[in-house]
């Protein structure tokens, strides 16, 4: 057991886990930011994706003592415009993966504000939906600035 | 277990390297790795791309948008993967990265975990070798070092400097390790020399984020091409020529394999050959 200082959101937190443990489990079960989902938890599905210094990384394969940047996790981007999208978009069916979807989506809009649907098909191909609502994704962010 | 961040190479002693993680993390999870100690390396790797030598700190997502990067490398990252994976993943990392060989995830006794018998020779093996498969029959899934190995690539380590291919042995009953590097040994930069033209070309079971079934690059000198395959042995295979498909050896279920490798060399070929 070691600590772990991160920032999460803007926020400065310290937690005490065992090296090891994932980021995905701490920002979870310690920290409280639930926003997260583990779905395969082996870095395939994009479920746990977070940004760190705005760059989307799987946070269930990133140990939480390895974390050097700054988090954004899906509560940091409650006020985004592509949340409304989303919904306008009814991009949501069961809404497991879309945290990821949306964090993944958050850091292609910011590098690219107008992607192409080639662009979006390549930036979001981490980030998987069991229930198929890609079509709708792909206009939520295309309609992302409303 | 404890993580310690490498701020020089001399601190690098004992204990498993981790870079990006997204090898490293999942294999320790499942038990494959075990270790009490951790190096976090990305403080004393090379980064960035300066000519034609390649940190081997740089991502993959770096990579796939470098212009100064030759095209079937780029290509390669591009066609790997997922975005959040080519974000985290160090170029050097993806070189050393395990076959997604099945049994061997699931940790069966099979000759690479010191077992006695090959389980996907005699079982499931869709996916696996059609060459130098007698032994182990796992596939490498490394697009990038068949890009690099088309492209000829040098390897710089903390040790020596080496070839790519020497990089990787088949593994015997006397050594099952598929990688050449020693203990502590690791990759610091990737040096490629120029090439003419390079094509990266893959099929896979969906259009993005899988392995690849075949991944085939070629790079071309002047009159002469190299051919590299990802997915086809154990490990990233140089191809004897167009022709050298005909040397294969696949198992009852991979056949098909040889069928669309033959198609994307042809490709590939044609492709080096018109730029």
């Known amino acids: ?146 | 277990m404890e993580l310690v961040r490498a701020t020089s190479l001399e601190q690098v002693d004992g204990g498993i390297a981790i870079h990006g993680g997204t090898e490293v993390v999942p294999l320790l999870r499942d038990g494959i790795l075990q270790t009490e100690k951790l190096v976090d390396i990305r403080g004393v790797i090379p980064r960035g791309v300066a000519g034609n030598r390649i940190g081997a700190g740089t991502t993959l997502a770096e990579l796939e948008v470098d212009p100064q990067v030759p095209d079937a490398l780029r290509e390669a990252c591009r066609l790997a993967a997922s975005p959040q994976l080519r974000n985290m993943g160090s170029i050097g990392g993806n070189l050393l990265q395990s076959t997604r060989c099945w049994y061997w995830r699931l940790k069966y006794p099979c000759h690479l975990h010191g077992g006695d018998r090959c389980h996907a020779r005699e079982g499931e093996h869709r996916e696996h070798a059609i060459f130098a498969n007698d032994y182990c029959a796992s596939a490498h899934p490394s697009d990038v070092a068949a890009a690099l190995l088309a492209l000829g690539t040098r390897v710089h380590t903390t040790q020596r400097e080496l070839a790519l291919e020497d990089l990787y042995r088949l593994p015997t009953v006397e050594e099952r390790e598929l990688v050449t590097l020693a203990p502590g040994e690791l990759i610091l930069e990737l040096e490629l020399p120029p090439v003419d033209a390079s094509v990266y070309l893959k099929a896979m079971d969906r259009k993005r984020w899988a392995f690849p079934q075949v991944g085939v690059a070629a790079a071309r000198v002047g009159g002469e091409t190299r051919i590299a395959l990802a997915g086809v042995a154990p490990v990233p295979w140089l191809l004897d020529g167009v022709d050298g498909l005909d040397a294969a050896t696949p198992l009852p279920r991979t056949a098909w394999k040889v069928e669309v490798a033959r198609a994307l060399v042809r490709r590939a070929v044609t492709s080096v050959a018109a730029k």
Request: a negative charge.
């Open chain 1, 1 to 146: 057991m070691s600590d772990v200082l991160l920032t999460v959101n803007g926020q400065s937190y310290s937690a005490y886990a065992p090296v090891g443990m994932s980021l995905a489990q701490l920002l979870r079960e310690e920290l409280g930011f639930t926003g997260t989902k583990i779905a395969c938890n082996e870095g395939h599905c994009g479920a746990c994706t977070v940004q760190i210094d705005g760059v989307p990384v799987l946070s269930c394969i990133t140990l939480a003592h390895n974390v050097t940047g700054e988090i954004t996790t899906i509560e940091g981007l409650r006020d985004h415009p592509l949340i409304e999208a989303f919904v306008e978009a009814d991009a949501v069916q069961c809404g497991f993966c879309t945290p990821g979807q949306v964090v993944s989506a958050a850091a292609l809009v910011a590098a690219t504000p107008d992607p192409t649907v080639d662009q979006i098909r390549h930036q979001m191909a981490g980030n998987i939906c069991r229930c198929g609502t890609y079509p709708r994704i792909e206009e939520a962010i295309q309609k992302w600035r409303g």
